[in-house]
Antibody, heavy 121, light 111 residues
Framework: EVQLLESGGGLVQPGGSLRLSCAASGFTFSSYAMTWVRQAPGKGLEWVSGFSGTGGSTYYADSVKGRFTISRDNSKNTLYLQMNSLRAEDTAVYYC??????????????WGQGTLVTVSS | DIVMTQSPDSLAASLGERATINCKSSQSVLSNNKNYLTWYQQKPGQPPKLLIYWASTRESGVPDRFSGSGSGTDFTLTISSLLAEDVAVYYCQHYYSTPWTFGQGTKVEIK
């Protein structure tokens, strides 16, 4: 059974940093594309960043480019999102999601429960 | 960026009735005979759940009352006979190019 468990969320001041983790199990992590999607309180879904399972390509939304960095440690079956220079508008539940294959442009078929990031003074 | 627009924003239907949600993309998401379009269901306090991918392929375990159709820029999610457990927000999303974008969501309720 595929499991994705996000952690690392919390309350941070504007301008601060957080690193989110997504521990994966139940599948061969290194072979699959992975994605971060966020959802502000009471709002819709917003794609944040992605990492292909093949070739090592990374992708970012313009709203986070230059501030967030996605990475993965295939030996630990873990996906990360390093978030710097956080802003109030980054407040959201952050979900990690698994692609159906290694190629990035494929559907995401499993999602974690999410971790809440609150940026506030 | 490709803009995804859903209609309606909300709908209320009686139990057993058909519910239809539309999704329009600002440019075609069709390539190599595949439409790069998914539908998700999200219930309160839960992550999104994949229902339909490649615009019309039902995910394993999803009841067959859910179906997806359309091509190019116009897509539809149909719930053929609404059940109480289908109350949720439904999102379309393209994965044709980055940034991936979602529709604004359609809230489905029971009348």
């Amino acid at each position: 059974e595929v499991q994705l468990l996000e952690s690392g969320g919390g309350l941070v001041q504007p301008g601060g940093s957080l690193r989110l983790s997504c521990a994966a199990s139940g599948f061969t992590f290194s072979s699959y594309a992975m994605t971060w999607v966020r959802q502000a309180p009471g709002k819709g879904l917003e794609w944040v960043s992605g990492f292909s399972g093949t070739g090592g390509s990374t992708y970012y939304a313009d709203s986070v480019k230059g501030r967030f960095t996605i990475s993965r440690d295939n030996s630990k079956n873990t996906l990360y999102l390093q978030m710097n220079s956080l802003r109030a508008e980054d407040t959201a539940v952050y979900y990690c999601a698994k692609g159906q294959g290694g190629y990035y442009y494929s559907p995401t078929d499993n999602w974690g429960q999410g971790t809440l990031v609150t940026v506030s003074s | 960026d490709i803009v995804m627009t859903q209609s309606p924003d909300s709908l209320a239907a009686s139990l057993g009735e058909r519910a239809t949600i539309n999704c329009k993309s600002s440019q075609s998401v069709l390539s190599n005979n595949k439409n790069y379009l998914t539908w998700y269901q999200q219930k309160p306090g839960q992550p999104p759940k994949l229902l339909i991918y490649w615009a019309s392929t039902r995910e394993s375990g999803v009841p067959d009352r859910f179906s997806g159709s359309g091509s190019g820029t116009d897509f539809t999610l149909t719930i053929s006979s609404l059940l109480a457990e289908d109350v949720a927000v439904y999102y379309c999303q393209h994965y044709y190019s980055t940034p991936w974008t979602f529709g604004q969501g359609t809230k489905v309720e029971i009348k």
